[in-house]
């Protein structure tokens, strides 16, 4: 098992591609904390991958990523469930189109403190800990944060700061033997995408990606897997993109 004996803390892993990386972890012999926006849908995603790996170690963790001290929370319980942590997923993240003409300040506020300022407060509280002992940080990009979009103008932002976020982390931890990366999707078949990309657009975007269809949320995990794993032990400050072919 490539990641057996290793504590992992996964945000955003209740569902979509967070979801598929606590299971890949939790198969590949992980413990992993299970963090979702609230305990219960945590729990419910608990339960399903324990019938997807049986005899995992899980802990579900409700985490609202924009409050420091929920942050800090979930840094102490995994802590005291384990001991340590070895591995961090930023995932958790929302999305949204709108014209910039009728984007509020809430709006462009919300998206950056959830998909920017979020990654940033977790690797802060993480890092405290693996400076220690070092560990692996991955964070979950876009393809937009290279190739941009209309309608996207906070989102954008967003992934752009990630991948900003991800490469600076990375010059800086590398001395305690923390690697930063990130994964770069392109489409997902996920319910945020659902609810974000009309018909017509998905149709669009199958169109631009070489391989000529959407990703199935499982088809990501394999690259946070490989990140975290012993095989990537010199990477560090890469964007990983995952994307179909759709940008190059």
């Given amino acids: 098992m490539l990641l057996e004996g290793k504590v992992a803390i996964v945000t955003g892993a209740s569902r ?4 598929a990386v606590a299971k890949a972890y939790a198969c590949e012999g992980a413990r992993v904390a299970v963090c979702g926006s609230r305990e219960e849908t945590a729990q419910k995603a608990v339960q399903e991958l324990q019938k997807l790996c049986p005899g995992a170690q899980l802990l579900p963790v409700g985490v609202d990523v924009s409050d420091g001290e929920a942050i800090r929370t979930m840094v102490a319980r995994v ?36 998909n920017l300022t979020g990654p940033f407060k977790c690797t802060r509280e993480v890092a405290k800990v693996m400076k220690q002992t070092g ?10 944060g290279t190739y941009a979009s209309r309608m996207q103008t906070a989102y954008v ?59 199935q949320p499982d088809e990501l995990a394999g690259a946070y897997v ?15 993109a995952v994307d179909g072919g759709i940008v190059m």
Avoid: H
């Fill in 16 to 19: 979509g591609i967070g979801f």
């Fill in 79 to 114: 802590m005291e469930r384990w001991g340590k942590i070895d591995i961090l997923v930023n995932n958790a993240g929302i999305t949204g189109a709108k014209p910039i003409f009728d984007m509020t300040d809430e709006d462009f506020e919300s998206m950056i403190d959830i």
């Fill in 135 to 144: 560990g692996c940080i991955i964070n979950t990009s876009s393809l937009v």
């Fill in 157 to 215: 932002a967003s992934k752009f700061g990630i991948n900003g976020l991800t490469k600076a982390c990375a010059r800086e931890l590398g001395p305690y033997g923390i690697r930063v990366n990130a994964v770069a999707p392109g489409v997902v078949q996920t319910d945020m995408v659902a609810q974000s990309v009309d018909g017509q657009m998905l149709a669009a975007l199958k169109g631009m990606t070489p391989l000529g269809r959407v990703a």
């Fill in 226 to 240: 490989y990140l975290a794993s012993d095989a990537a032990s010199f990477t560090t400050g890469a964007i990983l």
